[in-house]
């Protein structure tokens, strides 16, 4: 589907899923989709009882400065957490 915009051009949107597979579109998505993942458990493992103002786009996280420090340490626990375990080795 193509949507045409005044301001912003032409969009094309995927309405569907393709049959045709591509090892190297696969290849190139394994390590970006991988770093991801890691950084979504992070979160999870961060926020999972987080009872405060919070907002989250990708990576990044937002609080109010009176909850800084604390994120922070959360943020610390959860990525020694996600990753003493090396997750890259395991992948591989």
Not at 1 to 16: D, E, F, N, P, Y
Request: contains cysteine; hydrophobic residues 45%; glycine residues 4%.
């Amino acid at each position: 589907m193509v949507i045409r915009t005044k301001h912003l051009g032409q969009l094309t949107v995927a309405t569907g899923y393709s049959t045709r597979l591509s090892p190297k579109e696969m290849l190139n998505a394994l390590a970006p989709s991988f770093v991801h993942s890691l950084d979504a458990t992070i979160l999870k493992a961060a926020l999972g009882d987080w009872r405060h103002p919070v907002a989250c786009i990708h990576d990044c996280v937002a609080v109010l400065p009176s909850d800084m420090d604390r994120m922070m340490e959360r943020l610390r626990r959860a990525f020694v957490f996600t990753v003493s375990d090396n997750p890259l080795f395991r992948l591989a």
